[in-house]
């Protein structure tokens, strides 16, 4: 079967927010910190920044 980061890779390339928080109000990325995963945390980070980029981006601008 598929590995995590083959199945984080496809949620997040199906447009999955990487900056939603569980139950305990903890990120996917810290919790892949702590498991020691540093590959998917990487990309959630990314993730989560390109999210935070398109929330703030102007309107017509192509990150939006």
């Known amino acids: 079967g598929q590995g995590h980061g ?3 890779h496809t949620l997040l390339r199906a447009g999955a927010d990487a900056t939603l928080r569980n139950a305990q109000g903890r990120t996917a990325m810290a919790v892949a ?8 945390a990487r990309s959630l980070l990314v993730a989560a ?16």
């Open 49 to 64: 920044h390109i999210h935070h980029l398109r929330r703030t981006a102007e309107p017509g601008d192509p990150a939006g």
């Open 33 to 40: 910190q702590q498991r020691g995963r540093a590959d998917e």
């Open 6 to 8: 083959e199945v984080l």
